[in-house]
């Protein structure tokens, strides 16, 4: 949760406080008459908020964003847990982006998504497709095992603007987009390799879980930039800025 904590302290313009638990939400609120406007809640394990918890953080700031940031072992807790409503909930790698969307919210800029929302409502608005065509073109190459998978990406690409070629291509790919699933300790040699065929490339490899150990491994051998597969293709993209803005 480190880096969500560093993330949101660094936040401009913004009276941040922490509490350790609801009970001193409850003392901002009555006792200080201190209401925020975005609540940000770490949550490591499932249950660690109880349902009475989350009800009285509801009461006590009706008129807040939440956010219910949630580590690697509430991956399964949509499911099987229903504390949290499900609108609120946001796996950690993608607290950054949801965080930006609530303030935008509460800046009117964009419309809030309600606690009530459905599953089907909150992918389209944590998973918007890139549509737009970007005006820096980065050649992408992608290298995956995943036919599927594979063709996905190479169609998000192509819609944004991005020309995805082969990494036998005689125009040599800016960035390569590299399925690093299943992680092996010989899969490491796979990426040097890589590296050292296309020394101005940007790497990005792609993993569908991602642990701090694994990225520095990943980063070691190779990698520039880590992306989780279940953050929004947007965040991916903009790892392709970087790649044009260094090597294009």
């Not at 070691?220 to 800025?241: E, I, M, Q, R």
Request: hydrophobic share 45%; with cysteine; charged share 25%.
């Amino acid at each position: 949760m480190q880096p969500v904590v560093a993330y949101v302290s660094g936040l401009e313009n913004a009276i941040v406080r922490q509490a350790p638990g609801v009970d001193d939400v409850r003392r901002f609120a009555i006792e200080e008459r201190w209401f925020p406007d975005l609540v940000v809640a770490l949550q490591t394990w499932p249950d660690q908020f109880s349902a009475g918890d989350v009800r009285n953080l509801l009461s006590l700031a009706p008129l807040a964003r939440i956010v219910c940031v949630c580590g690697a072992w509430c991956d399964s807790e949509g499911r099987t847990h229903l504390n949290w409503p499900l609108a609120v909930r946001s796996p950690a790698l993608c607290a950054p982006d949801r965080i930006v969307r609530e303030l935008a919210a509460i800046r009117g800029e964009t419309a809030p998504l309600p606690l009530t929302a459905g599953r089907g409502e909150i992918f389209a608005v944590d998973y918007p497709f890139p549509r737009d065509r970007s005006p820096d073109a980065t050649r992408v190459a992608v290298v995956s095992p995943d036919r599927h998978w594979r063709r996905m990406l190479s169609v998000a690409f192509s819609c944004s603007g991005h020309p995805v070629v082969d990494l036998k291509d005689p125009t040599f790919p800016t960035a390569i987009v590299w399925d690093a699933d299943p992680w092996k300790s010989d899969r490491a040699a796979e990426l040097h390799s890589l590296r050292s065929k296309f020394p101005h490339a940007t790497i990005v490899a792609c993993l569908g879980f991602v642990r701090d150990d694994l990225t520095d491994e990943l980063r070691a051998a190779g990698a520039d930039a880590v992306w989780f597969k279940l953050a929004p293709l947007v965040t991916l993209l903009s790892h392709l800025k970087t790649a044009t803005a260094v090597s294009g």
